[in-house]
């Protein structure tokens, strides 16, 4: 069916984001070849299972998926490895895919990322991000001014995130999601 990935480009996809998830718990970075190989195995595929409209496709869901993550990219809140898991995981799933994936990252991570702002500091004793916030609110309401102060080192929010855990909670929702 056109437009719709392959059980066998959203099998790659699966293996591809879960390694990568797996190796940016353990190191809070996504290694090039993992993201690489994701790229060229979903060109390869969609060429071979949808010929030129498959791999046009799959390049138009590779553009998407960079460009989705692109601005937090600029902005320093995602890695560049994250960037181009995303890129995998569109030239594997295409566009609708990977633009369903990353809806269902961003949604999954801004819950592991509140339940981990909000439990994680307790556990590991780092400090509370909640003192900042004040101190920016305080500032606000005194002068009228947007302040940012950015976090220490030692508050959980200057912590990384490992996003590629996201990343492949929302390509696991798409690769099974009905066309």
Do not use: C
């Amino acid at each position: 069916m056109a437009g719709t990935p392959s059980i066998i480009a959203a099998v790659i996809a699966l293996f591809i984001v879960w390694a990568a998830a797996w190796v940016d718990l353990r190191t809070r970075r996504i290694p090039n070849p993992i993201s690489l190989a994701g790229i060229g195995l979903g060109l390869l595929t969609a060429l071979e299972l949808g010929g030129i409209e498959g791999l046009v496709r799959s390049f138009a869901g590779l553009g998407l998926g960079a460009v989705l993550l692109l601005p937090g990219y600029l902005l320093r809140s995602t890695g560049a490895g994250d960037v181009k898991l995303m890129a995998a995981v569109g030239a594997l799933l295409g566009p609708k895919g990977v633009l369903l994936a990353f809806v269902v990252a961003i949604l999954s991570g801004a819950l592991i990322g509140i339940g981990y702002a909000l439990t994680a500091w307790r556990l590991k004793g780092a400090h509370s991000p909640f003192e900042r916030y004040g101190q920016m609110m305080r500032f606000l309401f005194t002068t009228g001014r947007l302040s940012y102060i950015p976090p220490a080192a030692d508050e959980i929010m200057g912590q990384r995130f490992a996003f590629g855990v996201p990343i492949a909670i929302g390509t696991t929702v798409a690769a099974f999601w009905p066309a």
